[in-house]
């Protein structure tokens, strides 16, 4: 009786009281509590409470028919957005496509709200294209003489921060030039104009940008290798910072001076190509902690190489 | 000590400023911190060069021109603005050119060099910043080196430029097949620059000054912040006037520059003014030297275009200076074509 | 290209407006500074431009231009000439009273004295008054702002009886008889 008692608590009570019971609908329910008994009339009451028994009421018929007229709006409500969707996106396919200047309908003034949205959400998208692009590092590109010069700028970074930015300036005239720039005179900037400044502007810029960056990354790894590893010191370096000379100390106080020497032969990375390990002691470059390290400093940065075997215990 | 030393020793002692002696002493290490302590710096001279040379004689009894010259070296490597400096330029580079090292260059130079002249005598020393400083003391086959005007060499390893102190035009041609070998490039030429100060021309040479190029992004704010304005002051070519100085800014560079003293123009062409007939007719160019001095000559051109005393867009005659990287130009008529018209008024 | 007239715009009370032209760009800065600080009692504003012409953007902004002064540096050839072709853009009507010139550099001795005398040749020509200045020192700055400062305020009307006109009937620069007769 437990749902009963939840649901009805004055009905419930009324029973309890004894004496007179009042329902609701008494008539036919008091003819079918006679014949089958109370249980089951206070079943069908329970039934009649949660709503189970249909109900003929005139005016549940007005809220169908209500809710009927709802959904016949909302069905051509439908239809008419998918017609719009439709028609979206197939001006959208045409923006895309590029012919978006289609005469006719500028001149009927059809769509002229849903083009206009999405040209703007297209400009949008492109700006954020180029932003992007920017960010992973494109190029900027600024006319300084109309039709005739232009300034590159070329951004570095390393490890996600930004670094140098160089710039270049272009002449157009006749042939592509380089009139001036700011990129440091070691970088064979000559041979890259010969190879193909003519031909292929994007990838001048692009074997150009990957000489800057990489030169950037062995600069930061100087400074980084001078910075955290106190125990080895930077003998020799050169502007293109393609050869890297260190001086390394065993861990032990009696432990020979090692000179690694790096060579960075190919100038668009930020790895050695070649490492020579000499010292007094001249077994050790040949001892198996050594010639791990040779190729751990082949294949990572010198800065991390370098804290690697100073936690292996091959320098101090 | 020998006689040469001794003079050498007297002439570093004469040059070098009694204030900067014991700095430059104490960096050559061949006298004890506390012996030099000890020397009277105020004394004349030549009381300073006796003892000098007594305090060398009695630390080190073998002190040898090497040693002299090192002294040299340490002071003129510290102060090199002592004359003119001229740059050079390495050209046709080798494909292995990049591999040129410091050891290798050394051993490479002094060999090329005493193959092509008998009686010379070199001392090689690296600076800190990347640069090889090479002293050449010149003689020839009847006669010692002479250690009293050796030319200096600055050469910074892997570019290809060479800056020249004190080179006669007669051992030109030895240093240059030296050097044109030791660095593994295929010839050398005059860079046609050359300035007072060793540091400007390199720096302006190797373009490691601040130099303006437009960009799409604001400059940072402070660069801007011009000194505030009387309200009641209105001017009407305000934005001329910025533009103007970014022009100048972009041909002349901006803030510190290197110091260059002049920008000479020999001019070897057609005279074209007009009411002249003696000089339009001639048949040979008309020979002119121009010459533009000031003690720092960028600025002054900057100056000069910013101030609108120069048209814009600045003439390629004078942005020339810095795009090519030179300070000395002959003008022929095949080139650029008229000369003395668009030279402008100099302040 | 518009030529600058004295009365396209309507003038304001108690304000004047000085437009110093100067080829060179120097002494013109001088010589505001001090006159927009020497003045108290009315809003003196000074348009500083480098030649005639005048931008037509700012030809909004621009105030009633009540004294125009043309900058004549002897020591430049350019000065002059520049401000010979500014002339041409200026309209008739400032002639009468609104116009004059000032000359620094005369004291200069490497100086032809022809410079001067075609500066004066000018100014007689064009019946406007012609002063003298010293751009090199402090007083020299300071006295000639005190006297632009008071043809302003004549020629803007701020000076009771007197009008531009008249002030500069009678400060006109002349030619002595000698040079009178090479200039006719």
Sequence with gaps: MMTLSERFPGFVRGVSTGGSISISRPGRDMDAARTQGVFSHLHLLERGALGLIPQEDPAQNDRVDDLKAVIHTLRARRDELRVQADRTRELRHSIDKGDFLDEEDYRTGENSEIRAALLTAKQTELKKLLKAHHLIGGYDLIETQPGKRFCVSLHTAYEGTYCTTYHLELDLTRTVQVVRHDVPPSMPLDTLVQQNLQTNLPAFLHSLSLHLNALTSRQQQIVLVKDQIKSVDVLESNQLCSVLVLLCRGPKQQDPETLVTLLYRDLTSELPTQVTVESEDDALPNSPQWKKSKTLLLDQPVHKALEIMNKTGVIA | ?347 | MSTLKPFSKIPELNSANVLLVENEEQFQKKLADVIVNAEKDVSVGVRLARRLPLPVENEETRPCIDLVVFIINLSFERSFQSVELSLKYVDPGFFLGKVCFLVTGARCWSVSSDRLQSVRKLATSLRCPLLYAEDQTVEGVNTAAARLLRVLKVTAGLTPWATGLSLSTLTRCTLSSDLEGDFD
Excluded at chain 2, 69 to 96: K, S
Excluded at chain 2, 166 to 194: E, F, I, W
Excluded at chain 2, 261 to 275: D, H, Q, V
């Design chain 2, 1 to 347: 000590m020998d006689e040469t030393t001794r003079t050498v020793l007297q002439r570093v002692v004469r040059k070098v400023p009694a204030t900067r002696l014991r700095e430059v002493l104490r960096t050559w290490g061949r006298v004890p911190a506390r012996q030099l302590d000890l020397l009277d710096f105020s004394t004349s001279k030549f009381v300073l060069f006796e003892d000098v040379r007594s305090l060398c004689e009695v630390n080190s009894n073998r002190l040898t021109l090497k040693h002299v010259c090192e002294l040299e070296m340490i002071y003129f490597i510290g102060n090199p603005a002592q004359g003119v400096w001229r740059a050079c330029h390495l050209t046709e580079p080798d494909d292995d050119v990049m591999t040129v090292e410091l050891r290798q260059f050394k051993e490479q130079f002094k060999a090329r060099l005493t193959e092509l002249i008998s009686n010379v005598s070199v001392k090689i020393k690296k600076h800190d910043d990347e640069a090889v400083w090479i002293r050449i003391a010149w003689g020839d086959h009847f006669h010692r080196p002479n250690q009293l005007k050796p030319t200096y060499v600055v050469h910074h390893l892997q570019t290809p430029y060479v800056f020249v102190y004190n080179l006669s035009t007669k051992h030109k041609p030895l240093l240059y097949q030296a050097l044109v070998l030791a660095t593994r490039h295929g010839s050398m030429k005059d860079s046609h620059l050359s300035g007072k100060s060793l540091t400007s021309i390199r720096d302006f040479l190797m373009r490691s000054y601040q130099q303006a190029f437009p960009t799409k992004y604001a400059r940072p704010l402070q660069e801007k912040n011009t000194a505030p304005t009387n309200p009641n002051i209105e001017k009407e070519h305000a934005e001329q006037e910025e533009k103007r100085l970014q022009l100048a800014c972009e041909a002349f560079g901006e803030g510190n520059v290197p110091r260059l003293e002049t920008a000479t123009y020999k001019l070897e062409t057609r005279y074209r003014g007009s009411g002249n007939e003696t000089l339009n007719n001639r048949e040979e160019p008309f020979r002119a030297l121009i010459k533009f001095s000031s003690a720092n000559l960028l600025v002054s051109l900057n100056h000069c275009v910013s101030a609108g005393m120069a048209e814009t867009p600045v003439t390629p005659l004078l942005s020339s200076i810095t795009q090519k990287g030179k300070n000395y130009f002959v003008i022929t008529d095949k080139g650029s074509g008229n000369s003395s018209q668009s030279m402008v008024q100099k302040k």
